[in-house]
């Protein structure tokens, strides 16, 4: 251990309090604003999470005129702070009344796995596609306000990848120049700390009731899931929207979870709407996979409160409750149409005749790349798309995923068959109204569908299959509810968490080496490639890799697929980029 790696990580230490403390204060702002505290609300990892989507908003919103330098951030971090401080004095007021060392126990946990996830952040970035835009995406965050036609420059520029937004933040404030591996662990100790909040239920006088027992089911699912993915992550050293949509997702099913129980009493059909509305909006923008999983989240809610509201009043009521969720869609939309003439690109609906915008050509072009390397890596889309040949080789591959895809689909039949049984036999029993329902796995199967037959890469699908068991689990769980036994309801408890967290154990347990994989040096650095510089037709000076696609660190501007017709939209390349012919130059395209 060196005194680089010992002030490495206190430096890491305070940027992840500074992060918490900040959405921390823009949780409590946007609870205020929307109405939203509840007894979800008022878990602290939850009313963070919360702060996360809305600070990102904000982010989002002040890039569409500034870069996201630190004179910049500074303020938004530093405001939610301020907002904080109410909710810090309540805080330091009930730990003196209740005088309880159980939160210190936590906190204690929570310091031990940050250094070591620190330690892990600290790594060089291995992912290939943070070579290839996600480190220019952030420098270009850092360094412009967003850049209209930046996507013909390189197409996944337009993106529009809301996490880049957060990464670039934390890149400038309050941790310069390493947001790629602070942004992704903080993300995971945040799920880490919402597990053990949710632990906490086995304090509770009701300990032995059905509703705990899912939730302490869930929590200790999920935090196999999460020493699972700090262990294998490529992640928390890459600032990959990969990880972070996994993350919402994992989140945001804690939360969906308790909200139903709750949803099914006529009096708390407002529980956790609001919070559930900025995740699941939230979640679209870091990754369009998350669309059918999010949507179907707030689904559900329409369909369980379609009772509690009624008449133009409670339409409206209804639709005031989803607000952010249009919000947060609506700037995301409008940051999509200024990096590429298009909302969600790479779709060619809905795009627009601008003078920036990316030709719909090569809009149509990336998202067939797209879906055809899903299906079948390293094979041209024409060889892939328009038949299903590439299903038996996908076949294969999946089936050669044992901890993503195969052991959490057979661990989920037998829990599945064993909560139809239970239920079956316990039919004629009194109903637990905290026992779930099946409804719980509607979005889960939802968002499978939908990342099967968009972009079916196991990367993007394999939270969903994690989603699919711990939903199965926590079914099983609830299936027990007519048994008067609390022996029996505890055994049921932790037949369900090791059937589901079988693999993740086992995983970890048969390669400890991954537990070592840390940096002992501080922050590694990252790659800076050589470069090729060339000059296009209207004489603008552009950066090529010289050793393969990905620019890392290189100058901007920077991409690997050099295009001859681009040009500057005014004098700097904060003013745009445009491949269309300007009639007023002096250089004829083509020649």
């Known amino acids: 251990m060196t005194l ?67 004179i910049v951030v500074a303020p938004v971090f530093a405001a939610g702070i301020i907002m904080a401080v109410p909710r810090l004095r309540r805080l330091v007021a009930e730990r003196r009344v209740r005088g309880s ?25 291995e992912n290939f596609d943070s070579g290839l835009y996600h480190i220019p995406t952030i420098r270009w965050i850092n360094s412009y306000a967003i850049v209209p036609g930046l996507g013909n420059l390189h197409g996944r520029f337009a993106f529009n990848q809301s996490f880049f937004t957060y990464a670039a933040a934390v890149n400038a404030f309050p941790f310069q120049g390493f947001g790629r591996g602070i942004a992704n662990s903080f993300l995971v100790l945040l799920l880490l ?51 972070a949509a996994t993350l919402i997702q994992l989140s945001m099913f804690l939360i969906f979870i308790q909200c139903v129980t709750a949803w099914r009493s006529s009096e708390a059909k407002d529980h956790g709407v609001t919070v559930l509305a900025f995740l699941a909006a939230t979640a679209i923008t870091v990754k369009l996979s998350t669309l059918a999983f999010s949507a179907c989240v707030l689904a559900v809610w329409l369909i369980e409160s379609r009772r509690s509201y009624r008449g133009a009043r409670g339409y409206a009521d209804r639709a005031a409750r989803l607000a952010p969720f249009a919000l947060i869609l609506g700037v995301w939309v409008i940051r999509g149409y200024v990096l590429s003439g298009c909302p969600v690109y790479p779709s060619t609906s809905g795009c627009v005749s601008v003078s920036w915008a990316v030709p719909l050509d090569k809009v149509a072009d990336e998202a067939r790349w797209i879906f055809g390397w899903a299906r079948t890596p390293g094979v041209n889309w024409r060889q892939v798309l328009g038949s299903w040949s590439w299903l038996g080789p996908w076949l294969s591959r999946a089936s050669h995923d044992i901890v993503g895809i195969v052991y959490p689909l057979v661990s989920s039949a037998i829990l599945i068959i064993g909560a139809f049984l239970a239920r079956k036999l316990q ?22 569908t939908f990342w099967f037959f968009t972009a079916p890469d196991p990367r993007f699908g394999r939270v969903f299959f994690w989603l699919l068991a711990l939903g199965a689990a926590l079914l099983f769980v609830s299936s027990i509810q007519g048994a008067a036994d609390q022996r029996m309801r505890g055994m ?97 395209y083509g020649q």
């Not at 204690?108 to 620190?118: F, G, N, P």
């Not at 552009?542 to 500057?568: H, I, S």
């Open 4 to 70: 680089t790696y010992v002030v490495a990580v206190s430096e890491a230490l305070a940027a992840y309090a500074v992060l918490a403390l900040a959405f921390l204060g823009w949780g409590e702002g946007a609870a205020r604003l929307f109405r939203a505290h509840s007894d979800v609300a008022e878990r602290g990892s939850v009313t963070v999470w919360l702060g996360w989507a809305a600070a990102l908003l904000v982010l989002q919103v002040v890039h569409l005129f500034l870069p996201l330098n630190s």
């Open 101 to 125: 060392r159980a939160p210190i126990v936590g906190l204690v946990c929570l310091l031990i796995a940050a250094i070591w996830i620190a330690s892990r952040s600290m790594l060089p970035p």
């Open 193 to 243: 700390w919402q597990s053990i909040e949710l632990l906490a239920h086995w304090r509770n006088e009701a300990a032995g009731t059905v509703g705990n027992l899912t939730i302490q089911a869930a929590a200790l699912v999920m935090l196999s899931i999460v020493v699972y993915l700090s262990v294998t992550s490529d992640g928390l050293a890459s600032p990959t929207p990969d990880l």
């Open 427 to 448: 039919r004629n029993r009194t109903k637990d109204s905290a026992s779930l329902s099946w409804i719980v796995l509607v979005p889960v199967l939802a968002g499978m």
């Open 492 to 588: 049921a408890l932790w037949a369900a968490v090791l059937v589901a967290d079988a693999s993740f154990i086992g995983f970890v347990l048969s390669k400890p080496s991954g537990l070592t994989a840390v940096s002992s040096r501080g922050w590694m650095p990252v790659e800076t490639p050589r470069v090729t510089v060339r000059r296009t037709l209207s004489g603008l000076t552009v950066y090529t890799p010289g050793d393969d696609d990905r620019c890392w660190n290189a100058p901007l501007p920077c991409t690997p697929y050099f295009t001859p017709e681009l040009r500057l939209l005014g004098s700097g390349l904060g003013s745009g980029f445009t491949v269309r012919h300007d009639p007023t130059s002096r250089i004829r």
